[in-house]
Structure formats: C-alpha cells, structure tokens
C-alpha cells in the first residue's frame, strides 16, 4: 500500500514472508554490491517511468461490478507488467540509446553525443529530483552505503537505532510522487496524489479496495493524534504507542517473529481482493512497515481524507472500526 511495501528488491520481501519467525543462523555477509551495479539498477528504475501505466492506462473498476474477472486478472498482472515494462518498451540497444539521447537533450546539452557525459545519476536525478536531496540522497547512498545498509536491514529491521532510514525507497520509484511530498511535511498533497495514482490503476485496478479495507481495519479512520502538520518524530511516537517499539523498528528483518512480516496470512485467508484484506492478521504487518520506512504519519492522513469519507468504502469497510480497541 501507499507507503509500498517496495522498501527492497521484491525478492527479498517474499524471502522475508517465508523465512521470518524460522530458527536459523544469521546469514553470510552477502557479496559485495560494486556503487556501479547500484547506479546501474536505478539508472533501470529511472528508465521505467515514462512507460508506466499513466493515469489514464490504469484499470478502472466500476464499483457495482462484483464478478468483474477479467479486472480481477488485470490487477494481478498489473505489477508485473510496470516493473518489466521498461524491458519490453526497449526491443533493441538503439532505441534504448536513442531514448536515453532524449533525456540527455532534456538535461541541456544536445550538442554532445549520448553518453559523453552524461551519467546514470544525471538521468535518475532528473526523473527523481526529490530522491537526490535529503533526507534521501540516493546517488551518495549508493556510492557510500548501500551494501553495508541492505546488510543491516535484513538483519535488524528497517529502523535500526529506532529511526526509520529513509533511504529504503531509493528502491522504490514507483512510490516516488507520494513519499518525496511526505517527507517535506506536505501530508495532505502526499494524500491526494496518492490517492488519484491509485485509484487511476497506477499500483493495480484493485489496489483502492486494499487500502481502503486496511484504512478501517488498521483503524487510521478512528485516529485523531495525526494531523497535516504531524512531523515523523512525532509519528515515531505514535507508532511506540499503537504498534510497540520493539516490534516497529525491526519490520523487514528476517528474525522479527513471523506475523509481523508483509504478506503473513494472505496466502490462508485472502483470496479476492476485491474484497480488501480480511482481518488484522494481514494489515497490521503493512502498518508496522509504514512505521519502519516513515511514513505512518502519511498513510494515515492519506487514508482520513480519501477513503474514510467516501460512503463506499464506509459501507463496505466501516464495520472493521465497531469494536476496535482504538475507536475512543
């Protein structure tokens, strides 16, 4: 959801689903990542934002259609399809020089041949300009700190130290409009443009219905303590409080216990997401990751000004909330 559970390369996350909780020794030190092959995967990311699905190539469900299946179907290719598309769109090494020629004429200097010198960061900085400041400063991330940082969040979580280390969504393209408005303190334009992406199909045609059945379940349409103007240490509290410290800051290890890792319990009793998730058991994983990557603050108001008001999703979702221990 939103705050996408992308915070490292996908194989990992479903490692994560299936090793958590499991009594293993710690892990080799995994091989060396060269800062090149860093540039390089994220050279790949960049390039892949112009032939995502644009606001208007996403499925869009009509909400009184219950057996849609062919929307069914399309939802679940949908990530597949963005992630390999930039793969796809490129059939020869020319037209992949040839685009890259463009950007390179974006950047200011069509006198000079591609590749003379302009760099990969040059290119992902000017796709994810955002990604390039602080608090992310990817390409000085890459260069300096990405092995030594993947090392440390598979063992002690997304959080080390307690705090959550932004630079997880250097991973993430895809999330980029939604957490780089998030991290600048602007939670309500965080909110609306996370909103209109998904519900235009961006993260999947039924990716609305997921969020907003967690939006009641996790209880974020009950909170009061989250503002517009709540910072991230004030959500690092907020998350100790709902959540548990210890629980929070370790999301993403492969040693937390087993129901805290994304995707525990989806397998068993998630079969249609047309429906959302079902129970706490699927959802309260993705709000412990929220907290570890820094944005539960976001998520929360992304849902109180977008689902929580739209009868839909109170019709459909809203009984999750009648009982809920944090429902004041």
């Known amino acids: ?44 990311l960049a390039l892949s934002q112009p032939v995502h699905a ?8 009509d909400e009184g259609v219950g057996e849609d299946h062919m929307a069914l179907l399309q939802h679940r290719a949908q990530p597949r399809r963005q992630r390999s598309s930039a ?4 059939s020869s090494l020319s037209q992949l020089k040839g685009h890259v020629g463009n950007l390179y ?19 992902f900085c ?5 990604y390039c400041k602080a608090p992310f400063s990817c390409p000085e991330f890459a260069r300096n700190e ?5 090392n440390e969040w598979i063992v002690n979580g997304l959080a080390p130290g307690g705090i959550p280390d932004l630079h997880v969504w250097c991973y993430s393209e895809e999330s980029y409009q939604y957490i780089s408005r998030c991290a600048t303190g602007d939670l309500i334009g965080a909110a609306k443009i996370r909103y209109l992406l998904t519900r235009a199909g961006y993260f999947g045609g039924l990716a609305h219905e997921t969020d907003g059945s967690l939006c009641f379940l996790e209880g974020y349409c009950a909170d009061t303590d989250v503002s517009e103007n709540t910072t991230l240490g004030e959500a690092m509290q907020l998350c100790d409080e709902r959540y548990g410290h210890e629980d929070w800051i370790h999301s993403g290890s492969l040693f937390s216990p087993a129901e805290n890792a994304v995707g525990y319990a989806q397998e068993e009793t998630w079969r249609d997401p047309r429906n959302g998730y079902a129970n706490r058991s699927q959802t309260r994983p993705l709000g412990l990751a929220a907290c570890a990557r820094g944005c539960y603050h976001c998520d929360v108001m992304y849902c109180r000004e977008n689902y929580c008001k739209d009868e839909y999703y109170i019709k459909k979702y809203g009984h999750f909330l009648k009982g809920a221990t944090w429902v004041k």
Not at 54 to 61: E, T, W
Not at 87 to 90: E, P, R, Y
Not at 105 to 123: F, H, K, M
Not at 126 to 130: L, Q, R, S, V
């Open 87 to 90: 793969i796809a769109h490129f």
């Open 126 to 130: 000017y796709m994810y300009p955002g």
């Open 54 to 61: 644009s606001l208007h190539d996403g499925l869009q469900l």
């Open 146 to 150: 990405a092995h030594e940082k993947f």
């Open 1 to 44: 959801m939103w705050c996408k559970p992308l915070p490292l390369p996908c194989a990992l996350e479903h490692s994560c689903s299936r090793l958590v909780g499991r009594s293993m020794a710690p892990p080799p030190r995994l091989p060396a990542a060269p800062a090149a092959v860093l540039c390089g995967w994220a050279f790949l």
């Open 105 to 123: 004429q974006t950047l200011g200097d069509a006198r000079q041949s591609p590749g003379s010198n302009v760099t990969t960061e040059d290119i």
